[in-house]
């Protein structure tokens, strides 16, 4: 999870792709405050894209998204056993592409009890072919008193790296506002976006001030941003942002707040993760032009 020579060597292919301006020092990395290692700013969703079961050409056409994420200095990639196939996809891709260091590996506990908890984390590691999770989190907070205890137990054993809970939809943060006081998570997952601004009054401001980590789900809003902005050019500070379409401007409005480590955008398509990745490049912009980029998106 840190900036090795390896993903220096990625940042720097990233960069050449994405253009001339662009070098691997201006990539935006963000400390994880529990242990000082540095995640990339823009993950890998899994939520309906990687759950497509056994079809082969599907399959295939995954493992490309999956190559591309790593050749352009990815690291999280983010699932749950409430996706469906998902985890089972991403342990056969993983198989494909052979051993890839720079993998943050990310899933979730989705039940009910402590046994059942730990037999579906079990699971998930047998799914992906991991040993250890660098990123285990209660799902939705289910049953998350119980999960939280056997996840420090086994933080403090080494056989998870970081806690997280999550949250979605912009639900139950008053909930996740009181674990984030009361208990030592290393991360939270919340939704944040361009528009969905709820996590701005207190989570994110919580999550700077006792150093946890901060996952961003839905940044595109499940793809109706896109449907909002269709019609619209891109602004003319796309071009101060180095910009060259809608997605990195998303992409870079939540990447730039002080407290997120890391967004989660999921896609098929190659082409579309190389304008997400994109997003996580400098230039980024400052709260004055993060608020315009806010109004502007809210005014289409």
């Not at 207190?202 to 789900?217: C, F, M, S, T």
């Amino acid at each position: 999870m840190s900036l090795t020579r390896r993903r220096f060597c990625c940042l720097a292919a990233c960069a050449a792709i994405a253009g001339p301006r662009l070098a691997p020092a201006e990539t935006h990395l963000r400390p994880v405050s529990s242990t000082g290692e540095s995640v990339p700013p823009v993950g890998l969703g899994t939520w309906i894209t990687f759950n497509v079961g056994n079809d082969e050409a599907l399959r295939r056409h995954r493992l490309e998204v999956m190559r591309a994420f790593f050749d352009l200095g990815g690291g999280m990639i983010d699932s749950s056993p409430m996706y469906g196939s998902s985890e089972e996809v991403i342990g056969w891709c993983l198989e494909r592409l052979g051993p890839q260091p720079e993998l943050v590996s990310g899933t979730k506990v989705w039940t009910r009890g402590r046994e059942r908890g730990i037999a579906q984390m079990k699971e998930s590691a047998r799914l992906w072919g991991v040993n250890i999770f660098d990123v285990m989190q209660v799902h939705n907070l289910v049953d998350w008193r119980t999960h939280l205890h056997t996840l420090f137990e086994w933080k403090a054993d080494g056989r998870v790296r970081h806690v997280g809970i999550t949250t979605s939809h912009g639900m139950r943060h008053a909930e996740m506002e009181r674990i984030m006081t009361e208990e030592p998570v290393d991360f939270v997952q919340l939704t944040y976006n361009v528009l969905d601004r709820e996590a701005e009054r207190r989570l994110l401001p919580l999550a700077a001030e006792r150093g946890i980590g901060v996952i961003v789900n839905r940044p595109f809003r499940r793809g109706s941003l896109f449907d909002r902005v269709a019609d619209a050019p891109l602004p003319g500070f796309a071009g101060e942002l180095d910009c060259r379409s809608w997605a990195e401007i998303f992409i870079k409005f939540i990447v730039s707040h002080p407290a997120v480590t890391c967004a989660i955008p999921a896609t098929t398509r190659v082409d579309h993760l190389r304008e997400n990745m994109r997003g996580g490049l400098d230039p980024m912009p400052d709260a004055a032009l993060r608020q315009r980029i806010a109004d502007h998106v809210a005014s289409l």
